[in-house]
């Protein structure tokens, strides 16, 4: 049984920064490619960003590149996500999710169908 774990999220003034955490627990991490979603209220859950399980490759939507960079430390088990410029449109519930791959399938992807493991979420308010 995979656990998902984020923490980090908070209030913050429009162009501060955060980092969100996500810590997975049950399993082998190194072997899990991961992502962040996030979901504003009223709206659909969206992709931010995706590592793969070598953490080789990484993906972003358009609307955070250059301002969230998503990072992972296999000795800690943790996945992160670094938001700088944070704008009151990020305003949303954070989630990170992990699926398993195999050796063969180290790419990172956005899709969020492809996962089936997801944490509780963690808030993030930016103040305008």
């Known amino acids: 049984q995979v656990q998902l774990v984020e923490s980090g999220g908070g209030l913050v003034q429009a162009g501060g920064s955060l980092r969100l955490s996500c810590k997975l627990s049950?399993?082998?991490?190194?072997?899990?490619?991961l992502g962040w979603f996030r979901q504003a209220p009223g709206k659909d859950r969206e992709f931010v960003a995706a590592?793969?399980?070598?953490?080789?490759?990484?993906t972003y939507d358009d609307s955070v590149k250059g301002r969230f960079t998503i990072s992972r430390n296999n000795a800690i088990n943790t996945v992160y996500l670094q938001m700088n410029s944070l704008k009151p449109e990020d305003t949303a519930v954070f989630y990170c999710a992990a699926v398993r791959r195999e050796p063969y399938m180290d790419y990172a992807s956005g899709l969020d169908f492809q996962y089936n493991n997801w944490g509780q979420g963690t808030q993030v308010t930016v103040s305008s």
């Open positions: 049950g399993r082998a991490f190194s072997e899990y490619a």
């Open positions: 590592i793969s399980r070598s953490g080789g490759s990484t």
